[in-house]
């Protein structure tokens, strides 16, 4: 019974460097979520997909920053020209259609991204 | 906009005495409410959480919540703590289920419970 599958679990990259994190939500879900966890901070919705489709982007960074969840494969977030700020732990959430919607997200274990 | 405030960053507490976590919302509408629990290194799992009906929650773990509309908090309590329930807690706030089916949390800021001997 998998749960939300986030890898890497750890990435380190020099600045300037692109970072792919990747995202498979939990069997029969359909919406994706991407929210940052900063040291000594909550976490930060940042995008909220389903397949093919961004649905709320509101706390992407207007530069840098993208998200895509295509047809077949997992959710990606990609971060291009990290700078040191960037570094942080990323957390990819899942939720089941809207008829089996409970309210709460499920999440994975988290990608830790540190620039160097 | 919806906001949440955990107002204790770090709460320290011997083992098997009682604890109590709070956490106040603002929001402009009827909201459900979450509690999530953050062991290190690992991803958040739910605790309890409340979307209607009676205002005390009871989730994992033995732990449970009371929704107090008027004063608009959704406290956490646990009875005696345990060395195993040192981790990060996390109070958030939906308001319900999006356009799409979806479903937008906003967390606190966290609260660091440490149990100690």
């Known amino acids: 019974n998998a749960g939300v599958m986030q890898n890497p679990r750890h990435l380190v990259r020099r600045r300037g460097q692109e970072a792919r994190l990747r995202c498979s939500p939990m069997?029969?879900?359909?919406?994706v979520y991407w929210y940052r966890q900063l040291p000594e901070e909550g976490l930060k919705f940042m995008v909220y997909?389903?397949?093919?489709?961004?649905?709320?982007e509101s706390g992407m960074p207007k530069e840098r920053f993208s998200a895509e969840f295509p047809k077949e494969g997992p959710s990606i977030l990609r971060i291009q020209q990290v700078v040191r700020g960037d570094s942080a732990a990323y957390f990819c959430?899942?939720?089941?259609?809207?008829?089996?919607?409970?309210?709460?997200?499920?999440f994975g274990e988290g990608s830790r991204l540190t620039v160097l | 906009a919806q906001s949440v405030t955990q107002l204790d960053s770090q709460v320290p507490v011997f083992e098997e005495a009682p604890v109590e976590l709070r956490c106040n919302y603002s929001s402009s509408v009827s909201v459900y409410l979450f509690w999530y629990v953050q062991y290190p290194n690992q991803g958040l799992q739910l605790l309890l959480k409340?979307?209607?009906?009676?205002?005390l929650v009871k989730g994992i773990n033995g732990f449970e919540a009371e929704f107090n509309k008027s004063q608009t908090s959704f406290h956490l309590r646990k009875p005696s703590v345990h060395i195993s329930d040192t981790a990060e807690y996390f109070c958030a706030v939906s308001e319900g289920v999006l356009t799409g089916g979806g479903n937008k949390l906003t967390f606190g800021t966290g609260t660091q419970l440490k149990v100690e001997l």
């Open positions: 959430a899942s939720s089941p259609p809207n008829t089996k919607n409970t309210g709460e997200l499920f």
């Open positions: 409340y979307l209607s009906g009676s205002t």
């Open positions: 997909l389903q397949k093919e489709n961004i649905i709320d």
């Open positions: 069997k029969g879900h359909s919406h």
